[in-house]
């Protein structure tokens, strides 16, 4: 294990907040994630069903977690199922989970082997009237691949069809979007450790520097400062591709006198952080390019101002769009005369700045969360408004992680560098 073990109680809290949140007399079933076939004979690396980890922190294949609250028997009340090891699994991948070990992380006292599960089910779903099942229903899920949650909801409707079922997704977003103390101080080492990569970055980017090798030198700091690596697919765009939102090639050398956009950070114990910088590539702002960067900046803190408890995320955007309009006037990117004529979509903005401010972040980088719920006090947002100006092959976005408070949103990114006159004094170091 990279990362420093996480307090079993914090997954005890997790399961019996999602307990109270139940109807009487109901079951909960998460089955872990497949593993996917590449090509030929190798498997893509595992990455746990996020839900299962919540709940567990078992990142382990072949785990299923069984919840049945209010049955007579005290021992069925929270089961786990692991894989069973053998001496031909650990010679080829390594030991697996004792039922011991299991029980320690977890908090959960009965663990069984994964092969008994269907016998249990069977014996339990008959005493229970509601069945609580996993779908994925993030907003921007993409369902081509069938999951092995997907193949149990078939399995079960048809093995127990006068059930009541009921939709785990929505608890699970619910719970998940308030972040416990110990998910946040999971999150700072997360962004701390993507500051070290950072930080390593502002002596390496010069002219003639490889994007990849950019790519590479994260890598390096990410994964030996306890990371798995990157939080998602780094993007590191140069010049025109710092216009591109989803640019992932990272193949272009870095030019004099163009800038780099960096979208990269590191997870840390399952939990993500999600950074945006941009930097000149010889280490000067050129002074439109200081003018647009001191924009996106100027709006990134206006922002903050605005991503209070009680705003909804609607309102919120509607309220940053004004920010930037008048951003987008003074670089003359629009006329102010155009600005007052066009409709409430703002589609002269939405020509320099298309995409939204802030997502929440946690288990996913762009974490579950329910739809249209006001912004609330332990929430983690990111702000990363962007200017992109395709036409003068300027591209400039900024993005923290913010936490947001009672009384003042905290900042987990507040001691990377972003001031621009910072990040040249740095660089020329």
């Keep these: 294990m990279r990362h420093e073990p996480i307090d079993p109680a914090f997954f005890v809290r997790t399961r019996e907040k999602l307990r109270s949140l139940l109807k009487p007399n109901s079951m909960v079933i998460v089955h872990s994630n497949d593993v996917y076939p590449m090509n030929a004979d190798a498997m893509m690396p595992f990455k746990q069903q996020n839900d299962l980890y919540y709940l567990t922190g078992v990142a382990q294949e072949e785990t299923v977690l069984v919840l049945v609250p209010d049955t007579f028997e005290e021992k069925d009340r929270e089961i786990l199922f692991v894989k069973e090891t053998s001496e031909l699994i650990a010679i080829w991948e390594g030991d697996k989970l004792t039922k011991q070990q299991a029980s320690d992380a977890t908090g959960i006292r009965r663990v069984e082997w994964v092969d008994t599960f269907d016998a249990v089910f069977h014996r339990l779903a008959p005493q229970v009237e509601n069945i609580y099942l996993t779908t994925n229903e993030h907003l921007r899920a993409s369902s081509m691949v069938e999951t092995r949650n997907d193949r ?20 699970m977003h619910q719970l998940r979007v308030i972040k416990d103390p110990v998910e946040i101080e999971i999150m700072q080492k997360a962004c701390n450790i993507t500051e070290a990569g950072f930080r390593r970055l502002l002596s390496f980017i010069k002219p003639g520097v490889g994007e990849w090798e950019i790519e590479a030198e994260l890598l390096h700091e990410f994964i030996r400062s306890g990371s798995r690596g990157f939080a998602y697919t780094p993007i590191i765009g140069s010049g025109a591709n710092a216009c591109v939102l989803h640019y992932i090639e990272n193949h272009h050398v870095c030019k004099d006198g163009d800038l780099v956009l960096l979208d990269v950070a590191a997870e840390y114990a399952g939990w993500n952080s999600d950074l945006t910088r941009t930097l000149p590539v010889n280490g000067r702002f050129t002074k439109r390019q200081r003018d647009v960067y001191d924009a996106v900046l100027r ?48 589609p002269l903005v939405r020509k320099y700045f298309m995409h939204g401010t802030s997502h929440p972040i946690g288990l996913d980088v762009h974490d579950v969360a329910p739809p249209n719920e006001k912004f609330a006090v332990g929430m983690v947002q990111t702000i990363e408004p962007g200017i992109y100006i395709r036409e003068e092959g300027i591209g400039i976005r900024l993005e923290n992680d913010v936490l947001i408070g009672e009384d003042r949103n905290i900042d987990l990114m507040a001691s990377i560098p972003i001031e621009a006159e910072e990040i040249e004094e740095l660089m020329a170091k």
């Design 152 to 171: 149990f909801i078939k399995t079960c409707q048809q093995r127990f069809p006068l059930h009541r079922y009921e939709r785990l997704a929505p608890l």
């Design 299 to 346: 709006v990134k803190r206006g922002a903050n101002q605005l991503l209070r408890p009680g705003l909804y995320p609607s309102e919120y955007q509607k309220q940053v769009m004004e920010l930037m309009e008048k951003e987008l006037i003074d670089l003359k990117l629009i006329d102010a005369a155009e600005a007052k004529e066009q409709g409430p979509d703002k």
